[in-house]
């Protein structure tokens, strides 16, 4: 009986939260999401499904990962001001020592952290980790940033981790897991979602009026693979097609403002994402690379593109020039830009 | 009614239709999910099966099976969530349940039970505002921040009130400081049904229910439908969670009229635990009542594990110390729960 008894409490510390909780406890973060974003008019929510393979992808990033009942339908609240995206707002939530912490976190669209808030945390110390010193240290540190505040095993913070004392370490290691967690599981369960949210953030910026993006699918339909063939050779030019994606900017009225594609460019062993967007006439409004891990040489390069169209790359011979040809060239296909030929 | 969400949401589990291909600058300004991928779109559900089975000391058994629907969509339009349905129809069956609740017609039934069944519109984005209307629980105490539905862990609706939840509209929001919730309903339970009565008022206003501490004040003041006829009834209520480390401490306190001329007076008190990862649950309460001058006083304690994902055992013992009434039944119980959630 004792050794039963023993087992039972045995599986009961080993096993991880795995809450039958019935959907009527699901609250949206109201007062977290305006805090975070206090110029937010409204807000929509995209539920996706975080799976074993969300889990794996964490696995890989950090030395702990997802415990299985942090697996299924999560919500990602994305804040708008009118169409502005505003940035990202993520609930999760890690084991305390006194239960569960949630913490809401607002991410810019590059996944760095803007600010958080904690939704429920009933540990003594959250007033330490809620100090100005260590919101001012977390604002703007992305994934690498983070994972730099952690030892190597990620069991406890690094010397320059967070400006907290003893007491409140273990929350701040409970914070800072749950961080890292929320930024890889975002990339992993909602990366179409962010692809997207950036390109409509990128029309935003560059064409007034922008209201929805309308997918082009298929882009690399016949027609397309032959001018490109035409114009920028049968090998390509680095431009990862097969994770390209581009839409039509439409306003409200559905009238065209222009196009926005988004891609990966692979050069022997880097590669840097990008999101261009071009106008009705087929002029380079904006070429970012989103991420600021990227060479800022590369980034620069890609920003000297900007303002040029497709003439203007009739003698190119660079990489980059190559690169961005053949983004217009795509465009051009689908009848987005107006073509001169 | 039952049927409509649950062909859409087992359709929604089907793999999507390729379309036909279309010029993708003609598709582009039409273009749009279908119904189903629209349906589909934040959409969460689950079914749940349970089986409770509950033992007094005379040796009496009696058990009570769940099998149901837990569905939570939440509807977009543009930028924004404009509406949240809540859907949980559950089949339940009972077999020698004696006393046997009014929503069964007798001890040995199959019933369909209506926990939550809601839509709460937005009418201000910022969540200061809401709309509900459908089958919601009655805005009161602790259970108003705690639900109870399909657990052995319960506080005072059945004893206050003879229902848990009623069919009407509330409007809900949360504040910067606050949260509330007031409502109107028909006081009939389970079942849309006008038998005269003038519907119940009920709210309560509380402290946001995240914090280390809780509290809110409620009321109740309405006609309900009982099996009896028309009984109104009111109740003022105070509630106050405090939670230090891994304990809860928790109390409820009621007073108010049946009839207008019974005065009824109950206070709950609950101490709780539960490990770091929230996988155990235990819990002590005290309720004690006070009817006219009669005094009943009830204990119960139980234990909630959730062994693996979906999982969840229970058991609880109510040991009743002091009966309101003679002959209310036998002085201990011991119920058992098991709950799969897939």
Not at chain 2, 303 to 315: F, K, M, N, Y
Request: glycine share 10%; charged share 20%; proline share 5%.
């Amino acid at each position: 009986m004792t050794r039963l008894l023993s087992l039972i409490l045995l599986a009961a510390a080993l096993c991880s939260s795995v809450h039958a909780q019935a959907f009527c406890a699901l609250r949206d973060p109201n007062r977290q999401i305006y805090k975070l974003f206090p110029k937010a008019t409204s807000y929509r929510s995209i539920v996706r499904t975080v799976d074993k393979d969300a889990r794996l992808q964490v696995g890989t990033r950090l030395p702990f990962t997802l415990h299985f009942n942090e697996l299924g339908r999560h919500t990602l609240y994305i804040p708008m001001r009118g169409d502005e995206i505003l940035g990202l707002v993520h609930v999760r939530s890690e084991a305390g020592r006194w239960g569960l912490v949630e913490v809401a976190w607002g991410l810019d669209l590059d996944l760095r952290v803007l600010n958080f808030e904690f939704q429920r945390c009933r540990d003594r110390q959250r007033k330490a980790l809620e100090a100005p010193d260590v919101r001012t240290k977390l604002a703007g540190a992305g994934f690498s940033s983070l994972r730099a505040m952690l030892t190597e095993r990620g069991d406890a913070l690094a010397p320059a981790g967070l400006p907290v004392d003893a007491a409140a370490a273990d929350l701040a290691l409970t914070l800072i897991r749950n961080g890292l967690k929320t930024i890889a599981a975002t990339e992993a369960a909602w990366m179409k979602d962010l692809i997207q949210l950036r390109a409509m953030a990128l029309a935003n910026r560059t064409m007034p009026g922008a209201h929805a993006l309308a997918e082009i699918s298929p882009l690399h339909d016949g027609p397309c693979l032959a001018l490109l063939a035409e114009r920028v050779g049968e090998a390509g030019t680095g431009i990862q097609r097969a994770s390209s994606v581009a839409w039509q900017v439409l306003d409200k009225e559905r009238r065209p403002l222009g196009s926005v594609i988004s891609t990966a460019w692979k050069q022997d062993k880097m590669v840097v994402e990008l999101t261009c967007a071009v106008d009705r006439e087929g002029k380079i409004l904006q070429l970012e690379t989103p991420g600021p891990w990227h060479p800022p040489e590369v980034q620069q390069l890609f920003k000297q593109q900007v303002n040029k169209s497709r003439p203007d790359f009739k003698e190119c011979s660079g990489p980059v020039e190559l690169a961005t040809l053949e983004l217009l060239t795509t465009l051009e296909s689908h009848r987005l830009v107006e073509s001169d030929t | 009614m039952i049927l409509l969400p649950i062909t859409l949401t087992l359709a929604a589990s089907l793999p999507p239709q390729a379309g036909p291909e279309q010029d993708p600058i003609l598709l582009a300004p039409a273009t749009g999910p279908s119904w189903l991928e629209a349906w589909k779109e934040n959409l969460r559900w689950k079914l749940d099966v349970s089986a409770r089975g509950i033992f007094d000391d005379s040796g009496y058994q009696k058990s009570l099976g769940f099998f149901g629907l837990d569905l939570h969509k939440v509807f977009t339009s543009g930028n924004r969530d404009v509406a949240t349905l809540l859907f949980q129809p559950y089949m339940t069956r009972a077999n020698d349940l004696v006393p046997t609740p009014p929503v069964f017609d007798g001890p040995d039934d199959w019933e369909l039970i209506w926990r939550i069944a809601n839509v709460n519109f937005k009418l201000q984005q910022e969540g200061a505002l809401n709309l509900r209307i459908g089958h919601f629980e009655l805005p009161y105490g602790l259970e108003q921040t705690i639900n109870t539905n399909g657990t052995l862990r319960d506080y005072t609706h059945g004893g206050n009130f003879g229902l848990k939840a009623d069919w009407g509209a509330t409007v809900n929001g949360d504040l910067d400081t606050l949260e509330y919730e007031f409502a109107w309903s028909l006081g009939s339970g389970n079942e849309v049904r006008d038998d005269g009565g003038s519907g119940v008022l009920s709210g309560r206003l509380g402290t946001p229910r995240d914090g280390a501490e809780v509290f809110g004040v409620s009321f109740v003041d309405g006609e309900f439908q009982t099996p009896g006829g028309i009984v109104p009834r009111t109740r003022f209520g105070l509630d106050a969670q405090v939670y230090r480390g891994p304990m809860g401490f928790f109390a409820e306190f009621s007073t108010g009229e049946d009839n207008d001329t019974d005065d009824i007076t109950r206070a709950l008190g609950e101490v709780n635990w539960r490990n770091s990862q929230e996988t155990i649950l235990t819990w002590v309460q005290v309720v004690a009542t006070d009817k006219n001058r009669n005094s009943g006083l009830n204990s119960l304690m139980g234990v909630r594990w959730e062994p693996a994902i979906g999982w969840s055992l229970s058991t609880q013992y109510l040991q009743v110390l002091e009966p309101l009434e003679q002959g209310g039944g036998h002085p201990g119980s011991l119920t058992l729960q098991l709950r799969y959630r897939f």
